[in-house]
Structure formats: C-alpha cells, structure tokens
C-alpha cells in the first residue's frame, strides 16, 4: 500500500448494523445525496489507513483503532486508486457517532438493504456484496 491512491473507504459494522453516510445534495461533489460509506480523499503523507481513519473520526466522530481494520478491496477508478477497508465494531458503536459537517446525516442499516438500495454508490454495492460473500453471508 505504498503506491500513490486518491483516497480510502470504510464499511464500519456496529453489530449486524452497518454504518453509512447520506451524501449532500450538492452539485460540485461525485453522486450527491447518495449512500455512501466514511471516508473520503488523502492528505499529503497519509496511509490508505491513516485516510481512512482521519476521514471517519471528521465525518462520524469516532476514533477507531487501526488494528481492527481489514483491507477488502482495491479498485482502480478513473480518479486513481481508492482503498476500502472493513471493520467490526459493536453493535454500541452506533450510540457514539457524533455527526460531522460532511454529509445530510447517517444510517445504521441492514448491509444487505445497502447491497439493494438504488440510491447507495453502485460500485460500493458490489464492492460491500462481494466482501459479504467473502465472509459466507448472503450479499
């Protein structure tokens, strides 16, 4: 992961919950108002970890350890490499999200209604089923 990327996702499960942000409705970002998972762009120096992290902490308001990360996937977009990293939490981590100014608000849901949801990021659908059916759940 010492390769240039453009920035880092993470699908964050609060028990059987997942943890996602409703994009703004603005004009200027990529899908406004779409579902899409914490994360966002790289500062200069940091890790896809790092990314992930700070990004999540800004947008959520939670300070996760980089030790309960996984890496589930790495696409090669039109914008450069994004990271996306997976981490399971308890179903209490919910009760500690503190929302940021990123984003119209957050949703704890079911990560298979993600997987269905029309208005979620589709290339983050299939990356969230496939990393479901990695673990043997239906996605």
């Not at 579902?35 to 939670?62: A, K």
């Not at 996306?84 to 009760?95: I, K, T, V």
């Not at 208005?119 to 673990?135: C, K, N, T, V």
């Amino acid at each position: 992961m010492n390769e240039p990327f453009r920035g880092a996702k993470l699908m964050l499960f609060a028990g059987r919950q997942l943890l996602v942000l409703r994009r703004d409705r603005i004009a200027e970002i990529d899908w406004p108002g779409y579902l899409d998972f914490p994360g966002g762009l790289r500062e200069p120096g940091e890790t896809p970890e790092v990314c992930v992290l700070r990004e999540t902490r800004e947008e959520l308001g939670l300070a996760l350890e980089p030790a309960g990360l996984t890496v589930a996937h790495r696409r090669e977009g039109p914008k450069g490499i994004e990271w996306f990293f997976a981490l399971h939490g308890p179903a209490r981590l919910a009760e500690a999200v503190v929302m940021g100014d990123e984003g119209e608000s957050w949703l704890a849901m079911p990560p298979n209604d993600f997987v269905a949801a029309e208005d979620a990021i589709p290339h983050f659908r299939r990356i969230l089923r496939d990393y479901l059916f990695g673990l043997g759940v239906a996605g």
